[in-house]
C-alpha cells in the first residue's frame, strides 16, 4: 500500500515523497517537520546535513528543500534505501544528496562528521537506539562543537541526553517528542 507525505516548504513545497505503508517507516509528521524548520529558518541555507536512520528521507529532503546545500541519507534497509534514491531523482536534488546503503551505528564510529552543522536522528522507535546513537555521535571527536541534533523519539521513552549537549527548544506532538540540541563540547 502506498502512502504520502508532503514537503512543507521550500522550493519543493507541496510535492509529494511516496513511500510503502508497514511499520518499520514513521515519517517525521509534516507539523513536526514545520517546527523543526522553523526553529532553523535563518540558518539552515548555511548548513550540511546528515540523516541517520533515513527511512523515507522526508527530514533530509526537507532540509534540502528549504535550501540546505547538502544531505547525506544513511539507510540499512534495502527498500528504504531504493525508495529514498528514487525519490531524489524524480525530485531532481540528486546533486546535493548521498545516499548510502548503511549501518548508522558502524558508520558513524568510523566517519569523519566535521562538515554537518545538523544531524537527524530519528531511528525506529523502542529499539533503544537513541541514547546509544547520542554517546557514539558525542564521542566522535569529529563532530563540530557548533553542530546541532534533531532528535525525535516516544515520548512514552525516557532517553538519557549526554552531558555534552544542551537542549536548545523541544516540542510534543501526538506520541512523539522532538528536541534541538547543540554540541557545547
Known sequence: ???????TGGNLKGKKISFDFKSSLRPTSSKLREVLFNWLQF?????????????????????????????????INKKNYLGIKSIVKN???EEA??????????????SNLSRFNLI???????????EKTLRLLTSNKSLKPSCKI??????FSIIEIPASLKILKEKNVGDVKALLLSNEN
Open 1 to 7: 500500500m502506498k502512502n504520502n507525505i508532503r514537503i
Open 43 to 75: 540558518e539552515i541555507s548555511k548548513y550540511e546535513c546528515l540523516d541517520l536512520f533515513a527511512g523515507t528521507g522526508a527530514l533530509g529532503i526537507e532540509a534540502l528543500s528549504r535550501g540546505a546545500k547538502k544531505t547525506v541519507f544513511i539507510e
Open 91 to 93: 525530485l531532481g536534488i
Open 97 to 110: 544528496s548521498m545516499i548510502l546503503f548503511k549501518d548508522c551505528i558502524s558508520w558513524i564510529k568510523k
Open 120 to 130: 537527524f536522528l530519528d531511528a525506529p522507535f523502542n529499539e533503544e537506539l537513541e
Open 150 to 155: 534533531y532528535l525525535e523519539h516516544s515520548k
